[in-house]
């Protein structure tokens, strides 16, 4: 047998005992065990080991302790604190685990739809006008280099914040002959120009060539408030100017009471839509403070009710989510909060903020008669699994309306200015 062909059979033996070894058993268990591992107080975690491993722990406290079984191991939690657990195999240590047990963290779940009002930093640019002059039809933003996603923020020093603060400044510089000094805010970036407005020789009235808007409103669903410090998450995705589909830079805003009148069916490449209308004007229940990517947030003026579940749940860590049945809170008729069954498909144990943490599949046969599956409107549903808060329905799948994606709750408790890893004002250490 030549060389060659014995290196051949040498490496073909290895790379089938390496897939082999991955199938083994004690590798797959040894593999699921994490090197860090955080949790809240009065939580378990069990781990299933066929082969004789022994365990350590070494704690700051007495807040937790450690259940070894012939088959299992049972972390056990009962206070916040720290730890690190050895495991050992004849004597050997083979993994450290480090442990980290939070103190005892609850949100209320929400599911009622609401109306969101959006006031924007300044005025969004989000087109241009031609304007008929004797010289032809020109667009003086557009000579001034302004685009459309862009955001005027000053004219001549002045601080500009509704699209009325606009109209003064042009009328002046048409009659003055000056050209405005405007300060243009794009994506996180400060720039000024000069703007000449010109006059329309229709109806004689100077003008900037730009169609601009100042506020926004849409409908969505609450997905949590935190009852002691009124701070409440929704939507769980950005809301973004519908012409320049760009995020919208908040400079404050409100939510209402909304009240869903009827339901646009979804299908295959048609997302359906809920239709709503706002309550008055005397109905705000909230300010909005943030438009991320994981959704609106701000403060509760008032108490919210949902008729469901109103008591404070525990919530659930990315990595404790599993694939399996869960449920979500939604509205789909008027402003009755419902409990609809869905699967959750696949989840992603995420160390860092990420937008589309879990797939979900709508099964609830109710709500797919009624709507098809997930429509716009529905954004923000909170997702319960186990008697926990574990996200939000963020968006559907053109394809197939009745599956979509989901975030995990701990980022938009982040997003939401709510610190899950603090107690009692401290870090947990």
Known sequence: MNRDRMRKLIGTF????????????????????????????????????????????????????????????????????????LLELAGLPIKKVDVNVLSDFKVIPGGQSIGVKLNTVGVLVVGHHQIETQDGKKSPGEIAGIQVGDIITEINGTK???????????????????????????????????????????????????????????????????PESKKYGALGHVISDMDTKKPIVVQDGQIVRSTVTSIQKGSNGDPGEKLARFSGGKDVIGTITRNSPFGIFGVLSKEIKNGVMDKPMPIALSHQIKEGPAKILTVVDN?????????????????????????????????????GGIVQGMSGSPIIQDGKVIGAVTHVFVNDPTSGYGVHIEWMLNEAGINIYEKDGQKAS
């Open 335 to 371: 402003d009755k909060v419902e409990e609809f069954d869905i699967e959750i498909m696949s989840t992603v144990p995420q160390k860092f903020p990420a937008t589309k943490g879990m797939v979900i599949k709508i099964t609830d046969e109710k709500l797919l008669s009624k709507t």
């Open 14 to 85: 290895l790379l089938v005992s390496l897939v082999a070894l991955g199938f083994c058993t004690p590798l797959k268990e040894y593999i699921a065990i994490p090197k860090e591992l955080t949790v809240f107080e009065g939580q378990n975690s069990k781990f299933d080991l066929s082969v004789p491993v022994s365990a350590t722990l070494n704690s700051d406290s007495d807040s937790m302790t450690l259940n070894k079984e012939s088959d299992s191991l049972t972390l056990n939690t009962h206070d916040s604190g720290r730890g690190q657990m």
């Open 160 to 226: 500009i914040e509704k699209m009325s603060d606009v109209t003064p400044f042009v009328q002046d510089a048409g009659k003055t002959g000056n050209p405005l000094n405007l300060v243009i805010s794009r994506e996180n970036e400060k720039f000024e120009t000069k703007l000449v407005p010109l006059k329309d020789k229709n109806d004689h009235a100077y003008r900037i060539g730009l169609y601009i808007r100042d506020s926004a409103a849409g409908i969505g669903t609450m997905t949590f408030y935190h």
